[in-house]
């Protein structure tokens, strides 16, 4: 399964959004997951490094 998630409007919540989505889809649905951060300010990571999310949810910054 691939879910994009873009917009390009800033502080749309999609680093948010991205965040619970992967944590509901790896501690609910027991799925692994890899998120890519394509972002050049890496809000991604910096919210995934503040809170420690499922052990089974991998961060790749790009």
């Known amino acids: 399964m691939l879910i994009i998630i873009g917009n390009q409007k800033g ?7 991205t965040l619970l989505l992967a944590n509901f ?10 998120v ?11 919210k ?7 052990e089974t949810l991998t961060l790749n910054k790009q």
Not at 36 to 46: C, F, R
Request: positive net charge.
């Open 11 to 17: 502080g749309a919540g999609k680093s948010t959004l």
């Open 36 to 46: 890519i951060d394509m972002d050049y300010q890496q809000s991604l990571a910096q």
């Open 48 to 54: 995934y490094e503040k809170a420690k999310l499922a």
């Open 25 to 34: 889809l790896t501690l609910v649905k027991k799925r692994k997951v890899t």
